[in-house]
C-alpha cells in the first residue's frame, strides 16, 4: 500500500532522511518512534506528498503522492502535530469536521446530505456529538484532538497518518485518544502510520515498530521483539536510566 | 437636504460608499482570519508607488497604481513560501520596498503630485462613474468567488496544511483571496484613502468577530457594519462639512467598541 524505497532529504543543507526504505502493507498499525530529529514527520509528510523527497521514491495506491498529490491525499487522512484550532477563526464542531468532506467533494459542488450523515457518522463515532454546534477554537486539547479524528473519519479515507497526536494532553485523555485509535483501527481495517515519543502510551494493536535515527531506518521491529534494549540504543541513555522513565519496557 | 440626492457626485459618492462597505467588509474577514491585517497598509502604499512612478513617466497614475497593488498583492503568496517565510513578514517587505520606490519617485518629479495623493489622502465626492462600475465589477467577482468556493476558503482559515493535506487545492485559493483582497483595496483608495483605508478593512470584520462565533454572521455584520460606517460617515461629512474619510474610520471604530461593550455585557 506504502513504498518507498530508498529516499533521501535534506532541508537547508541538512540531510532529514537518508537512504530510507519501507514497505507498509494493507492493514498495518506501525509506530514510528525515534529521537527529536530524526525525520518522522517529514517521513509522513513525504507519505502523503506535502514534501517532495530528493532521492528515491514514494508510491501509495501504486501512484506518486506528489504528481498525484489531490488524488492520493483523498483517500490519506493526516492529523499534525501541535494541530489545534485558533480561538479567531470562527467555526463550530461540524464546520471543522465538514472540512474533511471538502476535498473528497472536489471544486464546484456543494456538500449534500450524503455529506452531512458521513459527518454525523463521524462524530457520532469520535463521540462529539454534544459538542456540534460548540465554537471549536474554545474546545479543550483532547476534545480538539476528537475533532481532527472526525473529520479525517468523515473522508473515507484508506490510511491515517498521525503525528504525536497525544502531544499536550493530560494522560486520562493521551489513553482515551489512544483507545479510541485502537477503536477505529479494528473497526475500519485502516492502515496507521503513528509517530510518537509517548512509549508507555503505545497502542496494543500495533503490528510494527520502526525506530528512524539521524534519518535512518535504526530498526523495524516486531512489537513482540523489541525492548528496553533496543530502546536505550535508539536513544543513546542508559538502559537503567530508561527504565526509571519508561518503566521495564516490554510490549 | 434630499435634494442633494439629485447630484450626481452625491449619488456616485452615496454608491461608492456601498461598494467600499460590501467589497472591503468581505476581503476584511479574509485578512483578519488569515491574520494578515497589514496587507492593506502595504497595497495601498504599492498604489502610491504606482501613481508616483506613473507621473514620473507620463502614463496614466491611477493604471500604475492598479498594476502595482496588483503586483504586490500577486507576489505575496509565491515569496512567502519560496523563502519559508510568514506572509506577514513578506507584506513587510513588499511594504517598505513600495515605499522606498514612492519617496524616490516624488524627489525626482518636479511638477504638481496632487494625483499621486489623492490616492493616499481619497476623496470619496470626486468619484466618477466609470469609478462606480469597475468598482461594481470587481465586488460582484468577490461575492461569486465567496460563494462558489466558500467552503473551501472555510478549510483555509481553518488551517492551510490541513486544507492540503485534505486535497483542497489550498494555493489557489489562498492566492486567489490575496489577489482578490488587493484589487479591492486598491478601487477603494479613491474612496477612503491609502492611509485610512486600514480602519475600514480591519474594524467592520473585528466588530463581526466579537459579536459572532459564526462565519456567515461574520460575513453579514462586517459588511453592515462597512457600509454603516461609509454612509455615516458620508451623511456627517455632508452636515458638518467634515473631511469624509476620516469619519467613516472614527464610526467603524466606534462600531468596535460599541461591539465589545455589548459582548462584555453579555459576558462572551
Known amino acids: 500500500m506504502i513504498k518507498i524505497q530508498k529516499v533521501g532529504k535534506s532541508f537547508s543543507g541538512k540531510e532529514i532522511l537518508s537512504d530510507i526504505s519501507l514497505n507498509i502493507k494493507k492493514q498495518d498499525f506501525v509506530a514510528i518512534i525515534g529521537p527529536n530529529g530524526a525525520g518522522k514527520t517529514t517521513l509522513l509528510k513525504t507519505i502523503n506528498g506535502l514534501i517532495v523527497p530528493d532521492t528515491g521514491k514514494v508510491e501509495v495506491f501504486d501512484l506518486n503522492p506528489y504528481k498525484n498529490g489531490l488524488a492520493v491525499r483523498k483517500k490519506i487522512g493526516f492529523i499534525f502535530q501541535n494541530e489545534f484550532i485558533a480561538k479567531n477563526v470562527p467555526l463550530s464542531v461540524k464546520d471543522v469536521v465538514c472540512i474533511g468532506r471538502v476535498g473528497v467533494k472536489g471544486l464546484f459542488k456543494n456538500l449534500d446530505r450524503e455529506d452531512f450523515a458521513s459527518v454525523s457518522k463521524a462524530m457520532d463515532e469520535v463521540g462529539i456529538m454534544n459538542l456540534e454546534n460548540r465554537p471549536a477554537g474554545f474546545l479543550s486539547g483532547g476534545e480538539q484532538r476528537k475533532v481532527s479524528i472526525a473529520r479525517e473519519l468523515a473522508r473515507d479515507i484508506d490510511i491515517l497518518l498521525l503525528d504525536e497526536i497525544l502531544m499536550n494532553l493530560d494522560p486520562a485523555s493521551q489513553m482515551e485518544i489512544n483507545s479510541l485509535i485502537s477503536d477505529i483501527y479494528k473497526k475500519h481495517k485502516l492502515t496507521i502510520v503513528f509517530v510518537t515519543h509517548l512509549l508507555r502510551y503505545l497502542p496494543e494493536e500495533i503490528t510494527r515498530i520502526v525506530a528512524l535515527k539521524d534519518g535512518k531506518v535504526f530498526g523495524d521491529f516486531s512489537p513482540e521483539y523489541f525492548n528496553s534494549k533496543d530502546l536505550s540504543e535508539l536513544y543513546d541513555i542508559n538502559e537503567e536510566s530508561l527504565k526509571k522513565y519508561v518503566g521495564n519496557f516490554k510490549l | ?268
Open chain 2, 1 to 268: 437636504m434630499w435634494e442633494i440626492l439629485s447630484y450626481n457626485y452625491f449619488q456616485n459618492a452615496l454608491m461608492g460608499s456601498i461598494l467600499a462597505g460590501v467589497g472591503l467588509g468581505i476581503v476584511g474577514v479574509w485578512v483578519v482570519l488569515l491574520r494578515i491585517p497589514f496587507v492593506g497598509v502595504a497595497i495601498s502604499h504599492a498604489a502610491f508607488a504606482g501613481s508616483v512612478i506613473g507621473l514620473l513617466f507620463g502614463v496614466n497614475p491611477i493604471i500604475m497604481a492598479i498594476v502595482f497593488s496588483l503586483l504586490a498583492s500577486i507576489l505575496i503568496g509565491p515569496i512567502a513560501e519560496k523563502s519559508g517565510l510568514e506572509a506577514n513578514v513578506i507584506i513587510g517587505i513588499i511594504f517598505s520596498l513600495v515605499l522606498g520606490v514612492a519617496f524616490l519617485g516624488l524627489g525626482l518629479i518636479s511638477g504638481p503630485k496632487t494625483e499621486a495623493f489623492n490616492l493616499i489622502w481619497g476623496s470619496i465626492l470626486t468619484l466618477s462613474r466609470s469609478n462606480i462600475y469597475i468598482n461594481a465589477g470587481v465586488t460582484f467577482l468577490v461575492i461569486v468567488f465567496l460563494i462558489v468556493f466558500g467552503k473551501e476558503i472555510k478549510a483555509v482559515f481553518y488551517n492551510r496544511e490541513v486544507a492540503m493535506s485534505s486535497g483542497i487545492p489550498e494555493k489557489f485559493i489562498f492566492y486567489s483571496l490575496l489577489f482578490l483582497s488587493g484589487f479591492v483595496i486598491c478601487l477603494n483608495l479613491n474612496t477612503i484613502g491609502g492611509i485610512l483605508i486600514f480602519g475600514l478593512l480591519i474594524n467592520p470584520p473585528s466588530a463581526a468577530r466579537i459579536l459572532t462565533h459564526n462565519l456567515s454572521k461574520m460575513y453579514f455584520l462586517s459588511i453592515l457594519f462597512g457600509i454603516t460606517s461609509c454612509l455615516c460617515g458620508l451623511l456627517f461629512s455632508y452636515l458638518f462639512a467634515v473631511p469624509a474619510g476620516a469619519t467613516i474610520i472614527i464610526i467603524s471604530s466606534l462600531i468596535f467598541i460599541i461591539s465589545l461593550v455589548l459582548r462584555g455585557r453579555n459576558g462572551r
